[in-house]
């Protein structure tokens, strides 16, 4: 963490979320690597408790109103407990919340962002399809109208706490005659509407325990009131998701890998070979130099956006493109990091008895949801292009 940069109360912020993330049983964790736990519903509990969920929502919806700096802060801390903890921290405090905030009636806010904040409900999101990830705007999921109330059919896969979410965000074509960024629309789909079901039925490699499931509706009915934006306008509401997804996953994930780099100092520093600590040997050394300018060179990067976004004088292409820099570099540096740390610990590091091992299978993940990151290079190339073109 960059303490030199944070305020007094930005550092207050970073040692609550430290404290929360300290309280965090370690059996839970192992819980939910071996799926014994599939949604572990105190953590949000405590989250709430604690005031530690929606750091940029109003405060009067229960958040704290702070800043995306603030929001990049928590999200690091959150992540050096779990990445699985810190998906479902992000997904429904800093995504779904934050798009009814934006788009949703206050009778929605008060419904649904309230009793969340607090640790009460939680909220998914539904994005992937079986069709496709990538391609968002060729959802397939369609909502009919049947007078003041919209049919949802379709299937989403891959849906972090969708074992326990009381609310699904889901995204459907409204108007198939249109151009598909203006006939999707974002719905608010209670869990208990009838011909919702859910199934917990994924192998992940790494990131269990977070409910991740396969999301059916069937004709599924819920009230025009439901849709954020309006109907027809979920594309909106999906760019400005973006931001928070992909930003927030950056932050996170440098969290999340910043304990193996912590293992591995620690544990090449008292570890000898041939008469002397194995740090000695630039070997061993220079790796841990390269991930300590790895994970400070993203770091730079992603509180740099979040100061862009902050400021409100950047656009919107170069924030869509920094955003999109910064998940993509942050993922693929803490993935070295990763490799490079487990290297240096050596066979001990391949088992169990340090959580190298899960940190690998977990960080894999952040190069592939939210946007791969190829999708991220295709958005930054075309942003700069545009950027370029302008000047």
């Not at 939680?122 to 397939?140: H, I, K, N, V």
């Given at each position: 963490m960059f303490d030199f940069v944070l305020t007094k109360e930005q550092q207050k912020l970073r040692d609550e979320a430290r404290a929360f993330t300290s309280w965090v049983p370690k059996q839970m964790i192992l819980d939910m690597d071996a799926e014994k736990i599939q949604f572990p519903q105190e953590y949000l509990k405590e989250a709430g408790r604690r005031n530690l969920l929606g750091i940029r929502i109003p405060q009067k919806y229960g958040g704290r109103g702070l800043s995306w700096v603030d929001n990049a802060i928590a999200a690091e801390e959150i992540g050096v407990a779990s990445y699985s903890l810190a998906c479902l921290w992000g997904v429904g405090a800093d995504i779904v919340?934050?798009?009814?905030?934006?788009?949703?009636?206050?009778?929605?806010?008060?419904?649904?962002?309230?009793?969340?904040?607090?640790?009460?409900?939680?909220?998914?999101?539904?994005?992937?399809?079986?069709?496709?990830?990538?391609?968002?705007?060729?959802?397939?999921?369609?909502?009919?109208?049947?007078?003041?109330?919209?049919?949802?059919?379709?299937?989403?896969?891959?849906?972090?706490g969708a074992e326990g979410a009381d609310w699904f965000l889901i995204y459907a074509v409204t108007n198939p005659s249109a151009p598909p960024h203006q006939g999707i629309t974002a719905f608010m789909v209670p869990r208990e509407a009838k011909g919702l079901e859910t199934e917990y039925i994924y192998g992940l490699m790494g990131v269990r325990g977070g409910g991740a499931g396969r999301l059916s509706l069937t004709n599924v009915h819920v009230p025009e009131r439901f849709a954020l934006n309006g109907i027809n306008g979920g594309a909106a509401v999906f760019q400005a998701m973006m931001i928070p997804e992909r930003l927030g996953t950056a932050a996170m994930t440098i969290g999340s890998v910043r304990p193996a780099l912590e293992i591995a100092t620690r544990y090449t520093s008292r570890r000898k070979a041939f008469g002397q600590p194995i740090k000695n040997f630039q070997a061993v050394g220079f790796k841990i130099a390269d991930c300590a300018a790895l994970l400070d060179t993203a770091r730079s990067l992603v509180y740099s956006t979040c100061l862009a976004i902050d400021s409100e004088r950047t656009s919107p292409g170069r924030i869509r493109r920094m955003v999109s820099q910064s998940k993509k570099y942050t993922s693929e540096a803490a993935w070295e990091v990763i490799n490079q740390c487990m290297q240096v610990v050596g066979g001990i590091g391949y088992t169990d008895i340090y959580p190298l091992e899960r940190i690998l299978r977990d960080i894999r993940l952040s190069m592939i949801w939210v946007g791969t990151n190829e999708i991220m290079q295709l958005i930054i190339q075309t942003e700069w292009y545009k950027e370029y073109e302008k000047s």
């Open positions: 919340c934050d798009a009814i905030v934006q788009f949703g009636s206050e009778e929605l806010k008060e419904e649904i962002v309230v009793p969340l904040l607090k640790g009460e409900l939680y909220a998914a999101e539904g994005l992937t399809e079986p069709r496709g990830g990538s391609d968002f705007f060729g959802t397939t999921t369609k909502a009919v109208q049947s007078g003041e109330e919209w049919v949802l059919d379709g299937h989403k896969r891959f849906i972090v």
